[in-house]
């Protein structure tokens, strides 16, 4: 399936705007939507082909500035120590409230979307992994998709959290019961910064909850799904990405698929 071109919407939210990238198939017609939560460097090139991945299999993707309280609009952090410093700072600064009233406000506007259906995922890596599973207790979220999500557990030896003062309730709301959505949990067994202890506390607390859940660990690093440095690896980035697609089609369906391919603007090879 060909897409569109790129585009994007500036969002209000209570903490300013939030430039939110929208990916979607070219052909006419509707289709589900993802809320995409990228990883502490926003929008970078491998959020945008993961992005386009998802939107050439027929969903309307929503990939919103996680930081736009503390960057300009449309900036891109770099895979370096520079970047990385200053992600984390955000991620430690920006308020735990801010974080779900923005995905509330992406969902919002993906139920308003002329090309969306209204039927709602949310697939997220990293930090986005974590804010993807707190997306995933809104109640228009079917299915959630959280690849190595950090700072969920709650270790004395490894201290964790998201928002201000590191505080986040999202391991108590998970254990009573929060989720909504059927979740698929990808985790890698050698990253540290979910180590296993941290790992088997997250299980523990959705499998006596009753949440609907998938969980996977492949032998892969942090960052394993990022086509871009030394942790790549395609085998499990494919692996993990298919059995994503399994879950968005099979709870959110296929939307306006066309019979035909669509013709391209090209007048030349």
């Known amino acids: 399936m060909t897409l569109q071109e790129p585009e994007f919407s500036d969002l209000e939210t209570p903490s300013g705007l939030m430039r939110t990238h929208v990916f979607r198939p070219a052909a006419p017609g509707s289709y589900p939507g993802i809320v995409l939560f990228s990883e502490i460097f926003h929008v970078t090139g491998p959020i945008r082909r993961t992005a386009s991945f998802l939107a050439a299999h027929g969903f309307v993707v929503a990939v919103p500035e ?28 920006k308020p735990l409230a801010a974080y779900d009233a923005d995905a ?5 506007f993906l139920q308003k ?5 209204g ?16 997306c995933a207790f809104n109640p228009e979220i079917l299915a959630g998709v959280c690849f190595y999500a950090t700072d969920i557990h709650k270790l004395d030896s490894h201290p964790r959290g998201l928002g201000l003062g590191m505080a986040d309730d999202s391991l108590q ?20 910064h979910v180590p296993f202890e941290g790992r088997m506390q997250i299980h523990k607390a959705i499998e006596e909850s009753g949440t609907n859940y998938q969980w996977i660990e492949f032998n892969g690093a942090h ?43 090209e007048t030349r090879h």
Not at 66 to 93: M, Q, S
């Open 119 to 134: 039927k709602l995922g949310t697939l997220g890596i990293c930090i986005g992994g974590h804010l993807s599973f707190r």
């Open 104 to 108: 509330r406000a992406v969902i919002a």
């Open 66 to 93: 996680v930081f736009h309280e503390f960057e300009p609009l449309g900036t891109v952090l770099a895979y370096d120590t520079e970047g990385t410093e200053r992600g984390n700072w955000c991620k430690i600064n």
């Open 173 to 192: 709301r998970a254990r009573e019961g929060a989720v909504q959505a059927e979740l698929l949990l990808i985790w890698g067994r050698q990253d540290p």
């Open 223 to 265: 960052a394993f799904l990022r086509d871009e440095g030394p942790r790549y690896n395609p085998v499990l980035a494919q692996q993990s990405m298919q059995l994503a697609l399994e879950l968005f089609h099979r709870k959110l369906g296929d939307g306006c698929l066309p019979s035909a391919p669509a013709h391209s603007a």
């Open 113 to 117: 979307h002329p090309h969306c259906t």
